[in-house]
């Protein structure tokens, strides 16, 4: 069978084909052209990790202070906190500082320099004050017990209620106007003292060997 063809076909219009607009690209790139800026939750989340990484670095670092041993013991009284006590402090000046109360017991003290200091109090339990210089020190009521003073400078010292128990040798010492009111010594110690005593204390005006009950 024969087409049929309109013969109006070609005066109707005919209908232009659709185009598609291309998609807008959506850009991963920051405005510099590098890398795509990070989010507040990404840098919120950075942030938290390196406050992490420095507080384990903190952590360590302390739990390495607190593991290591201590090498000495705190000195206390007025002069600080530097420690006084089971130390090597030979030559040490502590002459005329203010010493009371403080703790110098088992320390290394030959040849310090103690002249004219406030050691009311103090504690040289035990410890080595041989060729120490004392002259004109307050000692009242200190703890001398086991102390060594041999050769020790004590002139005019006042050893007022120091305790001096045990094996405290004063062996070639200096005492001239030292006073040794109620300091409680062995008799071999006393006889050794009267042979050396002479002199008064210029502060209490009392004299060495009175102190000393002498005879």
Known sequence: MASITNPFSSLLPHPKPRRRSPRPRLSIR??????PSPTASQKLLGL???????????VLAASILLSGPAIAFKG???YGSEVT????????????????????????LRQANFRGAKLIGASFFDSDLTGADLSDADLRGSDLSLANFT???????????????GNTSF??????GADFTDVPLRDDQLEYLCKIAD?????????????????
């Open 30 to 35: 920051s405005s510099s052209g590098d890398r």
């Open 48 to 58: 938290g990790e390196g406050l992490g990484k420095a507080g384990a670095v903190a």
């Open 76 to 78: 206390g009284g007025p």
């Open 85 to 108: 006590r089971g130390q090597n402090l030979t030559g040490r000046d502590f002459s005329g500082k203010s010493l009371i109360k403080q703790d110098f017991k088992t320390s290394i």
């Open 151 to 165: 050769k020790a400078n004590l002139t005019n010292a006042n050893l007022e209620g120091a305790l001096a128990t």
């Open 171 to 176: 062996k070639g010492a200096v005492i001239t």
């Open 199 to 215: 002199g008064v204390n210029p502060t209490t005006g009392n004299a060495t060997r009175d102190t000393l009950f002498c005879k």
